[in-house]
C-alpha cells in the first residue's frame, strides 16, 4: 500500500503545457487591447517598439511550445516554475515601459504568483514570490513615465511606496491562501484515492472468494472421479510389494486435495455469508480479525445475544469500523468498549478506550486528511481515521470525536435507522428464517 507522501506525489504528476500555454494566449492578448486601447484609443504615447518586442517575445515561446510539445504533454514544477518567471519578467518589463508601479495594471504582478500557488510546491511558490517582490521594488526604483496628454502624471513618492506596499502584502496573502486550499484539496483528493483502493481491495477479496468457491466447486468432479479409480487401484494393488505403497500414496494425496478444496469453499463462502447481518453480529465480525490482543474488548448492548436490528452489511461499514477499533486498540492500555443502543429513530454505537485520548490540538480537526505526525501523539497522519470517516458517512453515519471526563478517547456513531436498518431479527428468526 502507498503511504500518504506517495499519494500525495502521485496526486501532483505536472502540470500541463497546453494550460500554460492558454493561460499565456490570455495574458497577450490583454496587452494587446491595453496597448490598442491607451495607445491608439486615447492617443497616449506608447513605446511602441520595445512593448511589442516583449509581447512578441510570449508570443514566440509559445508557437515554440505548441510546436514541440503535444497537447496532454506535462512539464515538472521546475519547469512551470521557469515559464511562469518568464511571464513576471516579460510583464515587468511592460510595466517598466509604462510607468511602473503608476500604472494601474501592475496589480496583475499577482497573476503569475497565484497561478503558481495552485500548480506549484511551496518551495517552488516561495521562490517565485521572492522573485517578484525583487522585480516590485524594481519597478518602485526605476520606470519610465505613464503615458499621459500633455504634462506628465507623477504619484507623489510616499503613494507610490502604498502601491508598493500593497501589492507585495496582496501578493503574499494571496499567494499563501491560494496555496493552502490548492494544498488541501491535493490531500483530500490523495486520500480518497486511498479510501477507494481500500474499497476496492475488499472489493477483490469478495472477487477472490467467489472465484475460489467457483474453482473448487469446479475441481470437485474431476477429484471425485481421481479418488474412485485411486481406491479401486487400492483394492486391487494395495498389497503389492512393487506397487501398493505408490497406489496407497495416491489415494491419500487424493483425500487430502478433497480436504483442501473443501476448505476453500468453506473460507470462501464465509466471506459474505449474508447481505445483512444482526448489528451485535457485525460487530464481533469486525472485533474477531483483532483477537487475541493484549487490550480486552468489552461489548455492551441492551439486546439478547444473537439479537437486535438488522444492518447492511457493507464493505464500507466494516472497514471504517475496522479503523475506528484499531485506532482504539493501538491507543488504549487495557480495555476497549464497544457500546450500542437504539431510539425509535437511530442507531448509535460508542468505541471508547481508556489510553490518553485525543490531543486537544488534534481534536478539531479529527476526520480532515494528513493532519501530519507533528499534531498527532503517535507520529500518524490521521489517514485512517479520514477513511474511516469518509466510509462511515457513506452508510449514512454521522461522527463525533471527543475525550471522555476520567481520560480516554471515545467515538460516537449515529444512523437514522432507515439508512442501514433491514428489520429486527429475533434469535427465532435467526435460528429459522436465515438458515432456510
Keep these: 500500500m502507498l503511504s500518504p507522501r506517495q499519494l500525495v506525489a502521485l496526486d501532483q504528476p505536472g502540470v500541463r503545457v497546453q494550460t500554460l500555454v492558454l493561460l499565456r494566449w490570455t495574458a497577450i492578448a490583454g496587452q494587446l487591447l491595453a496597448l490598442l486601447v491607451v495607445g491608439l484609443g486615447f492617443h497616449f504615447p506608447i513605446p511602441w517598439a520595445p512593448a511589442l518586442a516583449a509581447i512578441a517575445a510570449s508570443v514566440s515561446l509559445n508557437l515554440g511550445l505548441s510546436w514541440l ?12 516554475l521557469v515559464h511562469l518567471g518568464f511571464d513576471l519578467v516579460q510583464l515587468a518589463i511592460l510595466l517598466f515601459l509604462t510607468g511602473g508601479l503608476s500604472n494601474p495594471f501592475a496589480l496583475l504582478l499577482l497573476v503569475p504568483v497565484t497561478i503558481s500557488a495552485t500548480l506549484l510546491s511551496a518551495r517552488e511558490t516561495g521562490l517565485l514570490v521572492g522573485i517578484a517582490l525583487l522585480l516590485l521594488v524594481g519597478l518602485w526604483r526605476w520606470h519610465l513615465p505613464l503615458p499621459w496628454v500633455g504634462q506628465p502624471f507623477l504619484l507623489p513618492g510616499i503613494y507610490r511606496l502604498g502601491i508598493l506596499a500593497a501589492i507585495g502584502l496582496g501578493m503574499i496573502f494571496c499567494a499563501f491562501y491560494a496555496w493552502q486550499v490548492s494544498e488541501e484539496g491535493r490531500r483530500r483528493q490523495a486520500a480518497l484515492v486511498a479510501t477507494q483502493a481500500a474499497l476496492d481491495r475488499e472489493a477483490r477479496m469478495g472477487a477472490l472468494g467467489a472465484l475460489a468457491a467457483a474453482a473448487a466447486h469446479e475441481l470437485g468432479g474431476p477429484l471425485g472421479t481421481i479418488t474412485l479409480i485411486a481406491r479401486d487401484l487400492e483394492e486391487m494393488l494395495g498389497h503389492d510389494p512393487a506397487l501398493g505403497q505408490d497406489v496407497q500414496l495416491l489415494a491419500q494425496e487424493a483425500a487430502r486435495c478433497r480436504e483442501i478444496l473443501t476448505g476453500i469453499s468453506e473460507r470462501a463462502e464465509a466471506e459474505d455469508p449474508f447481505p445483512e447481518l444482526a448489528l451485535p453480529v457485525l460487530l464481533r465480525e469486525v472485533i474477531e480479525p483483532f483477537e487475541p490482543t493484549r487490550v480486552r474488548v468489552e461489548m455492551r448492548f441492551p439486546w439478547e445475544a444473537g439479537a437486535g436490528p438488522v444492518v447492511r452489511r457493507s464493505p464500507e461499514m466494516l472497514h471504517g469500523l475496522a479503523n475506528i477499533l484499531a485506532n482504539a486498540l493501538r491507543h488504549a492500555r487495557s480495555r476497549v468498549w464497544v457500546e450500542g443502543g437504539e431510539t425509535p429513530d437511530e442507531l448509535w454505537l460508542r468505541i471508547s478506550d481508556d489510553g490518553p485520548g485525543f490531543s ?37 453515519g454521522r461522527l463525533a470525536f471527543s475525550n471522555m471526563p476520567d481520560g480516554g478517547a471515545r467515538v460516537d456513531m449515529r444512523w437514522w435507522r432507515a439508512d442501514i436498518t433491514m428489520h429486527r431479527l429475533s434469535i427465532a428468526e435467526e435460528s429459522s428464517g436465515w438458515r432456510a
Excluded at 490540538?361 to 499534531?375: E, K, M, Q
Aim: no cysteine; glycine share 16%.
Design 360 to 396: 486537544a490540538d488534534l481534536l478539531p480537526r479529527l476526520g480532515a486528511p494528513f493532519l501530519g505526525p507533528s499534531v498527532s501523539r503517535s507520529g500518524s497522519t490521521g489517514l485512517g481515521i479520514f477513511i474511516a470517516t469518509t466510509l462511515l458517512e457513506r452508510t449514512g
Design 69 to 80: 510539445y503535444r497537447r496532454n504533454d506535462r512539464i515538472d514544477g521546475r519547469g512551470a
